[in-house]
């Protein structure tokens, strides 16, 4: 899978808007771009994903450069069950069932 | 509730020793996924399987062994060739027919935490 780049560490304080940035600057055409959170001691869960428009769902917004070389996952309203690892990852288009997860980004909310 | 779920939550092996972490999921995915994760690291893969009866190594799949003889079950066992086990395993489901590889959301169970005595 292709490398993704995010900060070790972020902080957000309560109920405000959150972005948190991934760099993929060797993204090719076909491949698509997922976010997962891990929450402490539990497993990865899913977030969003896209590939070249901006996607909104219950949980998140991911906004898409127009070169597709980074991209922002945007939480609107941060609260305490949104402190969580969130991992940025480029899933190939043909072939790989890899799905590589790098250190992603610690996100801590301030109450 | 459809789900993944993974056993024992904790388990500790003595030197020498094979163990067996089970995983089980009622959400009838064909693909189904064994990763491990160490202490402030990602997830690295060890094997994957597609479909029943069918398995791949991942990137660090020495030292574990894995079968597939139903849809619903990837046990992973631990064997004494893996020198440094403890971590903690995280295994996961996909659907792979809706939508194909690049639309593919993984779930996970909520992963095993082996230690070694």
């Known amino acids: 899978d292709a490398k993704t780049t995010q900060p070790n560490s972020m902080e957000s304080n309560e109920e405000e808007p959150v972005h948190l940035p991934c760099n993929h600057s060797?993204?090719?055409?076909?491949?698509?771009i997922h976010w997962y959170r891990q929450l402490p001691s539990q497993g990865p869960e899913y977030v969003i994903h896209g590939l070249t428009s901006n996607v909104n769902n219950r949980m998140a917004s991911l906004a898409i450069a127009e070169d597709r070389k980074s991209s922002t996952l945007i939480l609107h309203r941060a609260t305490l069950r949104d402190a969580a690892v969130y991992y940025c990852i480029l899933r190939v288009g043909a072939g790989s069932y890899q799905l590589t997860f790098g250190k992603g980004t610690k996100l801590s909310v301030i109450p | 509730d459809g789900g993944i779920t993974q056993s024992p939550k904790y388990l500790f092996r003595k030197e020498g020793q094979n163990v067996t972490l089970s995983c089980e999921q009622n959400?009838?995915?064909?693909?189904m996924y064994w990763y491990r994760q160490d202490p402030g690291q990602g997830l690295r893969l060890i094997y994957y399987s597609q479909i029943v009866n069918d398995f791949q190594k991942g990137d660090i799949a020495e030292g574990y062994s894995v079968s597939r003889e139903k849809k619903e079950s990837f046990p992973l066992t631990v064997t004494s060739a893996q020198k440094n086990p403890t971590a903690f395993y995280l295994c996961a489901s996909s659907n792979l027919r809706t939508g194909g590889i690049t639309n593919e959301k993984l779930f996970f169970g909520s992963g095993t935490q082996l230690s070694v005595l």
């Open positions: 060797t993204i090719s055409g076909t491949d698509y």
């Open positions: 959400l009838n995915h064909d693909a």
